[in-house]
């Protein structure tokens, strides 16, 4: 059973960091797209982040160049590194896992930037 838990939410000021980490269970992350989304309120959710499967990095363009995605094959373990957080990115932030057709999720975290 394949099984995804995120942590490091919080709330911060615009301008400082937080770091996200997803655990993952039931599958081999190194084989497997996986990614980093966000739902605000009353929006849809979205991409935030990507590694394909063959290891290239996409973002979102919001995010670009102030978020970085990486993944450590050994601990199994994916992680988000927000720096020059800005209050548009206050969301519930989801890992995912994609095997075969079908995708997997993490239960959110929440991250709230205030001015």
């Known amino acids: 059973q394949v099984q995804l838990v995120e942590s490091g939410g919080g709330w911060v000021q615009a301008g400082e960091s937080l770091r996200l980490s997803c655990a993952v269970s039931?599958?081999?992350?190194?084989?497997?797209?996986v990614g980093w989304y966000r739902q605000a309120p009353g929006k849809e959710r979205e991409l935030v982040a990507a590694?394909?499967?063959?290891?290239?990095?996409n973002y979102a363009r919001s995010v670009k160049g102030r978020f970085t995605i990486s993944r450590d094959n050994a601990k199994n373990t994916m992680a988000l590194q927000m720096n020059s957080l800005k209050p548009d990115d206050t969301a519930a932030y989801y890992c995912?896992?994609?095997?075969?057709?079908?995708?997997?999720w993490g239960q959110g975290t929440q991250v709230t930037v205030s001015l």
């Open positions: 039931g599958v081999a992350i190194s084989v497997v797209p």
């Open positions: 995912n896992v994609v095997l075969g057709s079908k995708g997997f």
């Open positions: 590694i394909d499967l063959r290891d290239a990095r």
